[in-house]
């Protein structure tokens, strides 16, 4: 479980190193967007697209070029106003716009999500000193160019107050300098140290949480619901802190004192790690409920329905990590809709070579589930008998009484009439004595009425079903019928009882003076009339 479990992790963080700049899907709840249009001239600066407007600009703003930064305002002030202009919104996008920029929509004519402005985006929103301030691109269409996407002149005409309460804010921090000096990777040092203080504080939030959770939830687990395997020391498993601390952090990177490019490499990891912990705690919950069906099964079954269970949880975890990497690939962008088709068309195929072995796990399935046999039931399958030893998920073992084994297809048995031997509660007492021609009625009456009180005294013998008759006169006998069920705990202990019933029924046909029959012919000969004549 922990290899599985580090393995998803590696892999899904590896997913996100790679996916971080793949292209991103349209907002939440935003119309379907046209496809874009092919034959569209291609701007140099990337401003055919929100997105493209979006990253642009920051990308030229945080190297300091105002001059190409301005080039994505809608604005009529002069270059050096536009430049300074350019430089107030980088400074308001980087300190509070939300990080989602993966979210922003990448086709030439946008979201249209308001259908009463549809050449409008909104990028997002910001917090200002008279409320919430939304940030909005604007279509705009100018003489022989193609339309491009500019941030609109009525948010810029509202960012200078808002860059100002940003400057007020930053002032009133008290940190040294040195350390919005300094960088890491490109990284102020301020900033790696809010995001180590933040990530700390949340880990330390669970711990308290896990500690304090400990001492609550396993009394209440054993006295209300039995639940005696619950640990006194770690009721919330890794994925559910990991889960826990991504869903305080997406709230936490949004408010942080940090730059929009840590903000959103930071919303991206959180997203990840919210992916994954949730893919993680389903393989646990599926490790949980195999071991409380394990712990439910019969012995007799335990073998062969571990293995089916076993191989179900397997599907179940594949399962749950191919949703999650759909679900990441849908995050950033990626249509995971071919991947699927192709995964359906090989499915199908492989569905259609594995026909018999499929129908063969699903018959074992049924045999497990329904409880038809069990190892050990003494069973009459087709023209094989014996004792079952295995039931596997494509075939069951017999063991046969000459110590052979015969392997059945599971497919097989589910067609095929199944009798359980061992599953008898009562065993058929049915010989038939065959009496000399030489007995008498008397001697026949005798032995009726000598073998009917034979069974009445027996405990081991039902009662209610014993029944002897005198059936037929048969080729070279008189034929009784005898017909009981006996109570035995098993066929060796029938053979036991049949076996002195049969010495006592002698008993009884001796004492009416006849005897059992054997094949015999009697030969008539008839004497020549003529002979005695002469």
């Given at each position: 479980?922990?290899c ?5 992790l590696?892999g ?5 190193t ?6 991103a899907?349209?907002?939440?709840g935003a119309a379907?967007?046209p ?8 701007d140099?600066l990337?401003r055919?697209?929100?997105?493209g407007?979006?990253?642009?600009f920051?990308?030229?703003a ?6 190409l930064a301005?080039q994505?305002l809608?604005t ?5 106003a ?5 430089h107030?919104?980088?400074a308001?996008?980087?300190?509070r716009?939300p990080?989602?920029?993966?979210l922003?929509?990448d086709?030439?004519?946008?979201s249209?999500?308001?259908?009463l ?8 929103s910001?917090s200002?000193?008279e409320?919430p ?28 107050q ?12 008290v ?8 960088r890491?990777?490109s ?22 949480l ?19 395997a619950?640990?006194d020391?770690?009721v ?14 997406r709230?936490?990177?949004?408010n942080l004192?940090v730059?929009?490019?840590v ?10 790690l ?6 993680w705690l ?5 490790g949980?409920?195999e071991r409380r ?5 019969p ?5 062969a ?5 076993r ?5 179940a975890?594949v399962?749950?990590?191919f949703?999650?990497v759909?679900?990441t690939?849908?995050?950033y ?10 995964l359906g068309?090989?499915?199908l ?16 399935a ?9 190892v ?12 079952v ?7 069951t ?7 052979s084994v015969?392997?059945?297809?599971n ?9 359980v ?7 058929w007492?049915h010989?038939?004595i ?5 007995t008498t009625p008397e ?7 000598g ?6 005294v ?7 079903s014993i029944r ?13 019928e005898v017909?009981a069920y006996?109570?035995?705990?098993d066929?060796?202990?029938?053979l036991?009882?049949?076996e002195g ?6 008993d009884?046909v001796?004492?009416?003076g006849?005897?059992?029959a054997f094949?015999?012919?009697t030969?008539y000969?008839v004497g020549?009339p003529?002979a005695?004549?002469?």
């Amino acid at each position: 479980m922990r290899c599985v479990s580090r393995r998803l992790l590696a892999g899904a963080i590896l997913l996100w190193t790679l996916a971080l700049p793949v292209t991103a899907q349209t907002l939440p709840g935003a119309a379907p967007a046209p496809a874009p249009d092919a034959a569209a001239p291609v701007d140099p600066l990337g401003r055919t697209t929100p997105r493209g407007t979006v990253l642009g600009f920051l990308a030229s703003a945080r190297k300091g070029d105002e001059a190409l930064a301005r080039q994505y305002l809608d604005t009529r002030l002069p270059d050096a106003a536009a430049e300074t202009l350019a430089h107030q919104l980088f400074a308001v996008l980087d300190a509070r716009l939300p990080p989602r920029l993966t979210l922003l929509n990448d086709t030439p004519v946008g979201s249209r999500a308001n259908p009463l402005a549809p050449e409008e985006e909104v990028v997002g929103s910001v917090s200002g000193p008279e409320g919430p301030l939304d940030i909005v691109l604007e279509r705009v269409t100018r003489a022989k160019a193609a339309p491009l996407w500019l941030f609109s002149a009525a948010t810029l005409d509202a960012i200078p107050q808002v860059y100002d309460d940003v400057r007020q804010q930053r002032a009133r921090m008290v940190v040294p300098r040195f350390l919005f000096k300094w960088r890491i990777a490109s990284v102020r040092v301020f900033e790696w140290l809010v995001v180590l203080i933040a990530l700390t504080g949340l880990y330390l939030t669970t711990v308290v949480l896990n500690v304090a959770l400990s001492r609550i939830v396993p009394p209440i687990g054993r006295r209300l619901f039995r639940m005696p395997a619950i640990s006194d020391h770690d009721v919330l498993p890794m994925p559910a802190r990991i889960l826990i601390i991504t869903i305080l952090s997406r709230w936490a990177f949004e408010n942080l004192p940090v730059s929009l490019l840590v903000r959103q490499h930071l919303a991206n990891l959180a997203s990840l790690l919210l992916i994954v912990s949730i893919g993680w705690l389903l393989i646990l919950v599926n490790g949980g409920i195999e071991r409380r069906l394990i712990a439910r099964i019969p012995r007799a079954t335990m073998g062969a329905a571990v293995s089916l269970l076993r191989v179900g949880r397997r599907v179940a975890d594949v399962l749950v990590v191919f949703l999650a990497v759909i679900v990441t690939l849908r995050r950033y962008g990626v249509n995971p809709a071919p991947v699927l088709a192709g995964l359906g068309v090989g499915g199908l195929a492989i569905a259609l070579a594995a026909q018999k072995t499929l129908e063969n796990v699903i018959a074992g399935a049924s045999l497990i589930f329904d409880q038809a046999l069990r190892v050990g039931d003494y069973v009459r399958v087709g023209s094989s008998e014996g004792a079952v030893e295995h039931i596997g998920l494509r075939s069951t073992r017999i063991r046969t009484p000459d110590r052979s084994v015969v392997s059945i297809p599971n497919g097989q048995i589910a067609n095929m009439s199944l009798e359980v031997l061992s599953e008898r509660d009562r065993f058929w007492f049915h010989p038939t004595i065959g009496l000399r021609y030489e007995t008498t009625p008397e001697q026949l009456r005798a032995v009726l009425e000598g073998v009917r009180r034979l069974l009445a005294v027996e405990a081991f013998v039902d009662g209610t079903s014993i029944r002897v008759r005198f059936l037929r006169m048969g080729a070279f006998s008189l034929d009784v019928e005898v017909f009981a069920y006996l109570y035995a705990r098993d066929w060796a202990h029938f053979l036991e009882l049949q076996e002195g019933l049969l010495f006592r029924v002698m008993d009884v046909v001796s004492t009416a003076g006849t005897a059992v029959a054997f094949p015999s012919q009697t030969m008539y000969v008839v004497g020549n009339p003529n002979a005695e004549s002469a």
